[in-house]
T-cell receptor
Framework: ETGVTQTPRHLVMGMTNKKSLKCEQHLGHNAMYWYKQSAKKPLELMFVYSLEERVENNSVPSRFSPECPNSSHLFLHLHTLQPEDSALYLC??????????????FGEGSWLTVV | AQSVAQPEDQVNVAEGNPLTVKCTYSVSGNPYLFWYVQYPNRGLQFLLKYITGDNLVKGSYGFEAEFNKSQTSFHLKKPSALVSDSALYFCAVRDILSGSARQLTFGSGTQLTVLP
């Protein structure tokens, strides 16, 4: 149990589908993240929310749409994805504070397959 | 810009032997350095971090890492490896002087296999 829960753990979707990934953190943190992990590639930071405000968007295609309704929940809405978007999507959270010494804690990930 | 390199894709070590997983970094200012471990089909688990102070940092599961500023390295070590240590290990760096200071830049990972 990491304190960061992701659902679903596995998702298969067609290229025309709309689906969402959900993340919930039980650590009392105020920042949440989406990362993408593809085979043979380094982890890619997609989005960062701090105090429910999006503070980073690392050139992610618009077919990925994040939503952070409160500091404990984070969604990634998926629409018209491509097969190359198949990957492990990792949610994470941290206590955002000055000096940025905070540790980021990850969930177990959602395996996404686009067919 | 910040970057981190893990020069070895794969490290094999016999159970009971010491292990080292290498990491070097590049930052503009002072680095904050982290190690994470990923077991199969799981997320990343935090092992340890260096912020300031003692260059030898101790973390979870008996792991430790040594910060070497002159060599810009932060190698992960364990005195006696266990088969259960077999996993994918990631080094990460945060540069507080970079434009994207929240971003934790990860290495490409090193697969550690401990042989019984």
């Amino acid at each position: 149990e990491t304190g960061v829960t992701q659902t679903p753990r596995h998702l298969v979707m067609g290229m025309t589908n709309k689906k969402s990934l959900k993340c919930e953190q039980h650590l009392g943190h105020n920042a949440m993240y989406w990362y993408k992990q593809s085979a043979k590639k380094p982890l890619e930071l997609m989005f960062v929310y701090s105090l429910e405000e999006r503070v980073e968007n690392n050139s992610v295609p618009s077919r990925f749409s994040p939503e952070c309704p409160n500091s404990s929940h984070l969604f990634l809405h998926l629409h018209t994805l491509q097969p190359e978007d198949s990957a492990l999507y990792l949610c994470a959270s941290s206590q955002d504070k000055s000096g940025l010494t905070n540790t980021i804690y990850f969930g177990e990930g959602s395996w996404l397959t686009v067919v | 810009a910040q970057s981190v390199a893990q020069p070895e894709d794969q490290v094999n070590v016999a159970e009971g032997n010491p292990l080292t997983v290498k990491c070097t970094y590049s930052v503009s200012g002072n680095p904050y350095l982290f190690w994470y471990v990923q077991y199969p089909n799981r997320g990343l688990q935090f092992l340890l971090k260096y912020i300031t102070g003692d260059n030898l940092v101790k973390g979870s599961y008996g792991f430790e890492a040594e910060f070497n500023k002159s060599q810009t390295s932060f190698h992960l070590k364990k005195p006696s490896a266990l088969v259960s240590d077999s996993a994918l290990y990631f080094c990460a760096v945060r540069d507080i002087l970079s434009g994207s200071a929240r971003q934790l830049t990860f290495g490409s990972g090193t697969q550690l296999t401990v042989l019984p």
